[in-house]
């Protein structure tokens, strides 16, 4: 049976982490390949012609299927509109993470060149 020699393994940390302080650290460049994602192609929809009077008097002579089809549309416009805000929503979270770590990278490569002084 081996026994572990505890006043062995602290030394030889020691030792390692005493050498690994002369040693250059190894300094990661950020990368960031997304592009910001472009807004929707579809445009807005325009209320069919039957409801311009509803505004002020509250009824409408559309049929049901206009009325339906219209409703569809602002359904979808409204999808797409939720689907492009969720996906600047995620490039604006990889855009942060590449801003933290290109900070991280200049702080490395300052402490590395710094210790090239001492």
Not at 46 to 53: E, I, Q, R
Not at 108 to 118: H, I, W, Y
Request: charged share 15%; net charge negative.
């Amino acid at each position: 049976m081996k026994y572990f020699n505890i006043s062995a393994f602290i030394l030889t940390l020691s030792m390692g982490m005493a050498l690994a302080g002369n040693v250059s650290a190894f300094c990661s460049k950020p990368s960031m390949y997304n592009l910001a994602p472009s807004a929707p192609s579809i445009s807005r929809p325009s209320p069919p012609y039957c409801l311009s009077g509803y505004k002020y008097s509250g009824t409408h002579t559309c049929d049901e299927w206009e009325t339906q089809s219209y409703i569809n549309e602002i359904n979808n416009y409204i999808s797409e509109l939720s689907d492009y805000a969720q996906e600047a929503q995620t490039f604006a979270n990889e855009a942060i993470s590449f801003a933290n770590n290109a900070a991280d990278y200049a702080n490395c490569e300052a402490r590395d060149v710094k210790s090239d002084l001492q």
